[in-house]
């Protein structure tokens, strides 16, 4: 009886013999589009606040506002400094965004909504500085391209984890002591 069973089953297991294939270097890195916090992702191009607010005007008003206060379609992207430590924080790019290269990353695969991956890397370069502008980061002629964008330094970066990513999984570097960390 007992054989009768698996052998049922046996018949019943699919074979993936001759299925699929590999990836190829090239497909693997077509899909690696996160831009990390160094950087070294960001593709060539460059913008400046001046440029990106008139990106921002025809490109992104309609769902954030023409003060970047937000609307029912989009959140507001300025202003909730000094609130991350209060019982109702505000959330936006200026208070709790650990990374200028995050921003990048966004605006560049889900915005304009419904129509990521639309913008140049010129046009996300140059609403990254209008946000980061707007909310008090950099001047208004500072440049960002793929070497300045991960020097800006965001005002909550300390506000996640280390300073070095690596020293997540060392309790002692974290601060923690006697089993409590901050």
Request: with cysteine; aromatic share 6%; hydrophobic share 35%.
């Amino acid at each position: 009886m007992i054989l009768g069973a698996s052998a049922a089953v046996s018949a019943q297991t699919p074979s993936y013999k001759n299925v699929g294939r590999s990836p190829s270097k090239q497909e693997i890195s077509a899909w690696d589009l996160a831009i990390g916090p160094s950087g070294k992702e960001l593709p060539p191009g460059s913008g400046t606040a001046k440029t990106g607010a008139g990106i921002y005007a025809s490109k992104c008003v309609s769902c954030h506002g023409a003060n970047l206060e937000g609307t029912a379609t989009g959140p507001h992207l300025v202003g909730g400094q000094g609130t991350m430590s209060t019982l109702q924080p505000v959330r936006t790019i200026g208070s709790y965004w650990p990374f200028a290269t995050t921003i990048w990353d966004y605006i560049n695969r889900a915005m304009p909504h419904g129509r990521g991956g639309s913008l140049s890397a010129d046009e996300v370069y140059a609403l990254t500085a209008f946000l980061l502008f707007r909310n008090g980061i950099i001047s208004e002629t500072d440049v960002m391209d793929a070497k300045s964008l991960p020097k800006v330094q965001m005002p909550n970066r300390n506000g996640f984890v280390p300073a070095r990513l690596e020293d997540i999984s060392n309790m002692e570097k974290r601060g923690c002591r006697g089993g409590h960390c901050p």
